[in-house]
């Protein structure tokens, strides 16, 4: 009769998840969690599998530069439109380049988490090995999205992000982007 009531249990189990239904959350399943009250939502979409960008810039011709009103011009940052992609309603994923007055190059492969204006590295570039390292560390950094100094919230600010969404296909993202103009000044 066990084994009966627990193949039971196993199909209704595999039927929900079909379903889409989650099992019920507990104490234990989430630190903080009050017994017999929901657990917190979940955190903003990070999308699923990174896949890094094939080709990484060799240098500056077809990168899209973001204007920094407020930089003091120490630094220069671009985007590879190639390598923005919308994996999720609220997350674009892009590589960055950085350049110093010197010439220094920092190439990044990024998230920006437009729900909770956060933004992640997922990998940097070795320019000398010609290939990606992946980032240890799995924390998302909140962006400053009032200062006009801080490219992350510049980006999420003024061109990628509309409330807690991105706001377009890549496309439509470096569309924007390149017109150099600041359509939103949305407080998240």
Partial sequence: MRAVAAKGAGLCAALACLLGAAPPASAQDSPGAIEGLPAQAPRASTGAVVHWPSQVPADDTGLVDVPLPSASGQMRFMIDPASVSRPAIDLVRYTLVARSRSGYRNISYEGLNCADNTWHIY??????????????????????????????????RN??????????????????????LQPYFVAH
Avoid: F, Q
Avoid at 126 to 139: E, I, L
Avoid at 160 to 177: S, V
């Fill in 159 to 180: 061109y990628w992000c509309k409330g807690a969404m991105a706001d377009g296909d890549p496309g439509e993202l470096m569309r924007r982007l390149r017109s150099g």
């Fill in 123 to 156: 990998a940097t570039w070795d320019a000398g090995a010609k290939r990606w390292v992946p980032n240890g560390d799995k924390a998302w950094i909140r962006a400053n999205v009032v200062s006009n100094s801080d490219v992350h919230g510049v980006l999420d």
